[in-house]
């Protein structure tokens, strides 16, 4: 019977730890070195990292947290002092996290650590002047020898003679001491274990201090649904059911019975527990029928979770709400036989150092963090210290809440609304956003991306407050952008919808070209309109709708040079605008030149020269000959005309030639030959 529960109990206790960090194989691997797999203190833990991770940290005493936990808690020291720790032999695991190329690494090792050569024992003090003390079996009684000091006696066995129990008559207050020894010296600690005083059951204020009555020292929510329980007490060599200890687990404000027995014939150590339900808080307590000294019912304290429930935010602080600790034990108020003394605190770690813990008064079961600085990341863990006496025996334990950590920069921040992106006169993008998202955060800066080969990418940033972001390169064709900003608290907002700006070109002789992209990110287009711009100011001079994806510039009243683009307008209520770039074309030069004229003086083609648009001539000669070959006129100024006349006297009807030639201002050159006949 006592194989097939040990077997079980094993089965529980690996059950909650293949779920670490250690049995994840989805992680890439680190690697590192201890300085020593087993420690002998005060010797201190030195890691060497052997990874070819990044940004790599280590946690000293892992415990089965998650990943997030892990990050919060890790520390970039390479050495730790486990003094504060270890009052007799215990396992510890390291964890080493980094960052090899973008995946999380993990490594594991596992060292244990020794307060000199403590040998694994347990003595109970029974009534008179006797004490049976038992040395187990167990993975850290491996030395050779062990000896057992009581007042001046000394008894010596091997290992071989384990488990081991005898009984002493001693006469109190006596010394006591077990400690063990290797055959090669080398392999011991140094540190002298330290002898025990024992005294006699004399009722003091506070409970008689037994070190080995059973004692819950610890209850430790690793999270909701799981908790390790840590037990001292002592150890036999009786297969009799009634001197094993039993287990029990029941709901806060119950009453424990037969049936809230959980595990049956367990000895000192921690064991891992599942939680029925992560709402609730549970007790917990240890009890046998008849000890070593054959005395009657043996029990402890009990010891009680208290989930952290939450720990929300708001600007700029954070609120932590957890079950509230009973202060009365089994439900019973305290008296002179049993009683307990409840303090609790709010250890916390920011950045991963600790800092100092919040005291608090036993009856608090909310607290509000307004000390924080909120682009720091947080770890919160309420603990409460027990103290008192359990029929006449004192006890002392700790609980310890779940830990919630909390990181502002993992919050995704809901996305800029209203966006839109407008092309300036200078030809240059810049996108609009609502300044005043809906998020509780004050804002810290806004991000530009710009969609470049299939994916989008930060170009710019600004400083909040701010309602646009211009892109400094030309537009030279449409252009997808999406922006996003980042709050005081280093929360990153998700990105808006992507907006397309508007790109115009030009097909000689007068055609616009654009294509349909939405520069809106949550309307649609209702309408777009073709303005037409001034040739020397910014000032809109006409406006044309337009329908579809072309237009066919017009113009009239431009001299050198037409300024046009296209205004998009949604249907949103206000409506957006948004703005194409501005196309600029030279006017075409229109050269015209009459065959006939009549200079008659009838105000009707009555002179010879250039007709249509010439403001782009840059140099001009027009030149006339008679039907002899002979020049009879030549002009410079293409605004001049030929008025009909030679020297001051009227030139006689018939066949002229002429011969014009001109540079445009774009470089051009314009040559032409022709016929005139001048009528009568």
């Known amino acids: 019977m006592r194989l097939i529960l040990l077997s079980i109990l094993t089965f529980v206790f690996f059950q909650s730890k293949s779920q670490d960090l250690c049995q994840q194989p989805s992680f890439a691997k680190g690697e ?49 002092d486990y003094t504060s720790l270890v009052k007799k032999p215990e396992t510890f695991t390291v964890v080493q996290i980094g960052d090899f190329n973008g995946k999380v690494s993990v490594a594991c090792k596992n060292l244990v650590v020794r307060p000199g050569n403590y040998a694994i024992h347990s003595y109970t003090q029974c009534v008179g002047s006797s004490l049976v003390v038992n040395i187990p079996v167990h993975t850290y009684n491996d030395f050779d020898t062990y000896e057992i000091i009581v007042g001046t006696t000394s008894t010596m066995i091997t290992r071989s003679q384990l488990p081991y129990q005898t009984t002493k008559n001693v006469v109190l207050p006596t010394q006591f001491k077990v400690t063990g020894n290797y055959n090669d010296p080398t392999k011991g600690c140094s540190t002298p274990v330290p002898t025990t005083t024992i005294t006699s059951s004399v009722l003091v204020a506070g409970g008689i201090d037994r070190p080995f009555n059973p004692n819950i020292s610890e209850v430790k929510l690793q999270n909701p649904q799981k908790a390790t329980i840590t037990f001292t007490g002592s150890y036999h060599t009786s297969n009799v059911a009634a001197e094993q200890y039993r287990l029990y687990a029941y709901p806060k404000g119950t009453l424990p019975t037969t049936s809230n027995v959980i595990i049956s014939n367990i000895v000192p150590g921690k064991y891992s527990v599942n939680i029925p339900d992560s709402t609730k808080s549970y007790c917990y307590f240890i009890q046998r029928e008849k000890t070593g000294c054959g005395f009657s019912t043996e029990w402890s304290a009990e010891l009680c979770t208290h989930p952290l429930k939450s720990v929300v935010f708001s600007p700029y602080q954070y609120k932590l709400d957890w079950t509230r600790y009973p202060n009365t034990m089994f439900g019973m108020p305290s008296n002179f036989i049993t009683n307990i003394a409840i303090s609790q605190r709010i250890e916390r770690t920011e950045n991963s150092s600790i800092v100092t813990p919040i005291m608090l008064f036993a009856n608090i079961f909310t607290y509000t963090d307004n000390t924080i600085t909120c682009k720091n990341k947080y770890c919160y863990r309420v603990k409460v210290n027990t103290t008192g006496q359990i029929g006449f025996l004192k006890f002392s334990g700790q609980s310890l809440s779940n830990l919630v950590c909390v990181d502002r920069s993992n919050i995704v921040a ?49 400083v909040h407050p701010t309602d646009f972001i211009a892109d400094k390169v030309l537009a030279s064709k449409s252009e997808e952008y999406r922006i996003g900003y980042i709050d005081k608290c280093e929360s990153v907002s998700a990105l808006s919808d992507s907006v397309a700006s508007v790109f115009m070109s030009y097909q000689e002789p007068k055609l616009l070209n654009w294509k349909n992209d939405n520069p809106f990110s949550e309307s649609n ?42 205004k998009t307008v949604s249907d949103s209520n206000p409506a957006l605008v948004s703005y194409s770039n501005v196309v600029k074309m030279e006017v075409p030069t229109n050269l015209v030149f009459p065959n006939v004229f009549t200079p008659n003086n009838d105000k009707f083609n009555d002179f010879f020269g250039l007709k249509g648009k010439f403001d782009n001539i840059e140099s001009y000669n027009l030149q006339v000959f008679n039907r002899y070959g002979e020049q009879v006129v030549q002009l410079s100024n293409p605004a001049e005309s030929w008025d009909g006349s030679i020297k001051g006297k009227t030139a006689p009807a018939g066949i002229y030639f002429y011969r014009i030639s001109a540079i445009l201002k774009n470089g051009e050159s314009f040559n032409k030959d022709g016929i005139l006949e001048l009528l009568r």
Request: proline letters at 4%; glycine letters at 2%.
């Open 32 to 80: 590192f070195d201890l300085s020593s797999t087993t420690l002998c203190l005060p010797q201190m833990l030195t890691v060497t990292d052997k990874s070819l991770s990044k940004n790599v940290k280590y946690v000293f005493n892992y415990q089965g947290e998650s990943l997030e936990e892990v990050k919060m808690l890790a520390t970039s020291q390479i050495t730790f």
């Open 414 to 462: 809901e996305k800029p609304k209203e966006v839109y992106v407008s092309t300036d006169f200078d030809n240059k993008n810049a996108v609009y956003f609502d300044k005043t998202p809906n998020w509780p955060i004050d804002i810290n800066r806004w991000v530009l991306y710009k969609k470049s080969n299939g994916s989008f990418k930060k170009i710019d940033s600004l």
């Open 525 to 566: 287009i209702a309408s777009r309109e073709i303005e037409y711009l001034e040739e020397n100011a910014n000032t809109i001079k006409a406006l044309k709708p337009v329908i579809g994806n072309q237009h066919e510039a017009d113009f009239e009243g431009y001299n050198d040079q037409a300024k046009i683009r296209l």
